[in-house]
């Protein structure tokens, strides 16, 4: 009997380094957080979470993550199915640029965000003819938003579309279907668990998002201030504690997108297999 040559280390030696690893950039510094956090007491942990300031702020974020990622779930498919149904020129180009920002510093997309819808701005100028303000509100913390989640939304679809059989498509019209009956009975619900798959990571990186955020929305208390920048606030104040508290809330709200994301991946996991 032939011995299976593996390509890496043994079991024990790559479960070993992948624990390391996990621990030394996830683990532990999760692990800070709530070290930080029990040298409160509960009264004290609810008394900081439940500040007018603070619960404003998880309102701006909450609300403008959801409304962002919802506009990029829509998006998103549609790009995705431009990517894959159609050759235009220029095509590769358009697939790399979705990843944009992936690779830009969140710093410098929301700068140039600022100087594009602001008053002066090129695309501020066009929306303030018609009375809308999109720089410093939260409309521009949606536009921000978007800008950032909109990879997710179609990298979770696209490699779905790709491996779509489109003989159930031409199935459905040769019975009658119209094109708008076999999206939505057939395309859809293939791609339904990728979109909320999409939907969610989208709104766990906007929901924590920082960098892009910060300059666009004017921080104004209670209008358009995030929960990132309260805990920033927090930390430039010295009071760790307080900063550790608020970011708890932040990543039990993450903890439980990542959770919902994964029931559907195994929920979708189990349809497939049920369905060979």
């Known amino acids: 009997m032939k011995k299976k040559v593996?390509?890496?280390?043994?079991?024990?030696?790559?479960?070993?380094?992948?624990?390391?690893?996990?621990?030394?950039?996830?683990?532990?510094?999760?692990?800070?957080l709530v070290v930080f956090t029990a040298k409160m007491s509960p009264s004290e942990i609810w008394e900081v979470i439940t500040r007018k300031r603070v619960?404003?702020?998880?309102?701006?974020?909450?609300?403008?993550?959801?409304?962002a990622s919802a506009v990029n779930a829509v998006m998103g498919v549609i790009l995705a199915w431009v990517l894959v149904r159609y050759d235009f020129p220029f095509k590769r180009l358009l697939d790399?640029?979705?990843?944009?920002?992936?690779?830009?510093?969140?710093?410098?997309?929301?700068?140039?965000l600022t100087s594009l819808y602001a008053d002066t701005g090129l695309m501020g100028r066009l929306f303030s003819k018609f009375g809308i303000k999109v720089a410093y509100t939260r409309l521009g913390i949606i536009v921000a938003l978007i800008f950032i989640g909109i990879p997710f939304v179609v990298r979770s679809v696209q490699p779905v579309l790709e491996k779509l059989d489109?003989?159930?498509?031409?199935?459905?019209?040769?019975?009658g279907a119209?094109?708008?009956?076999?999206?939505w009975k057939v395309i859809l619900p293939e791609l339904r668990p990728a979109i909320f798959t999409g939907f969610g990571l989208a709104f766990g990186r906007c929901l924590g998002e920082y960098g892009s955020v910060v300059f666009i929305a004017g921080n104004h208390p209670y209008e358009t201030e995030i929960t990132p920048l309260i805990i920033m606030?927090?930390?430039?104040?010295y009071d760790y504690s307080s900063a550790t508290a608020i970011a708890l809330v932040m990543l039990a709200a993450a903890f439980l997108i990542l959770f919902l994301v994964?029931?559907?991946?195994?929920?979708?996991?189990?349809?497939?297999?049920?369905?060979?």
């Open 6 to 32: 593996r390509i890496i280390p043994g079991f024990g030696l790559s479960m070993g380094v992948t624990l390391a690893l996990l621990s030394l950039i996830v683990l532990i510094p999760l692990a800070s």
């Open 55 to 67: 619960l404003a702020s998880f309102e701006v974020s909450v609300l403008t993550a959801f409304i």
């Open 96 to 112: 790399g640029m979705i990843e944009l920002p992936f690779a830009l510093p969140t710093a410098v997309a929301g700068i140039s």
């Open 166 to 175: 489109p003989l159930y498509e031409e199935a459905a019209g040769m019975l």
């Open 178 to 183: 119209s094109r708008t009956r076999i999206f």
């Open 233 to 237: 606030s927090e930390l430039q104040e």
């Open 262 to 276: 994964n029931l559907i991946q195994i929920h979708n996991s189990r349809i497939l297999k049920g369905g060979h």
